[in-house]
């Protein structure tokens, strides 16, 4: 097992804190249904009329939590997929900080990939 510099702990709190605060979100939206309103409006929409690439948000995690994969990929294909990946990069995220191993690094490439799939995809949902 590799660890860190001799003496160096790795910080469980930040993901561990961030865990928490995610998972009282998506039980707030698994049982506070955002389809029935009350949530308010996305500030881009509101401003410009177009839908931000994460526009149906809200009730794509509902979804997702209630199971309903076809209603959260017609809310938000692109939070459909990544939301699993998040949670699963957070995970590890978790597990490497508890087994006090070094932090991953993330490419640069798949950084500006990420990006490039973002904005096409907020480009491309306005048409």
């Not at 702990?9 to 979100?25: E, M, N, Q, W």
């Not at 199971?67 to 990929?73: E, F, I, N, S, V």
């Not at 294909?77 to 990069?89: D, F, G, N, R, W």
Request: with cysteine; net charge positive; proline share 7%.
């Amino acid at each position: 097992m590799a660890t860190l510099t001799r003496g160096l702990k790795r910080d469980v709190k930040t993901p561990s804190i961030t865990i928490v605060i995610l998972g009282a979100a998506t039980l707030l939206l698994a049982l506070r249904n955002p389809h029935e309103g009350g949530y308010g409006m996305c500030p881009i929409l509101a401003f410009t009329g177009y839908l931000c690439p994460t526009c149906g948000g809200l009730r794509t995690v509902h979804d997702l939590a209630h199971g309903d994969l076809g209603g959260a990929w017609g809310m938000n294909p692109l939070l459909t997929i990544a939301l699993p990946i998040a949670a699963v990069l957070l995970a590890g995220w978790w597990w490497r900080a508890w087994r006090n191993l070094p932090a991953r690094q993330i490419p640069p490439a798949l950084v500006i990939i990420g990006a490039i799939v973002i904005v096409g995809f907020g480009i491309l949902r306005n048409f």
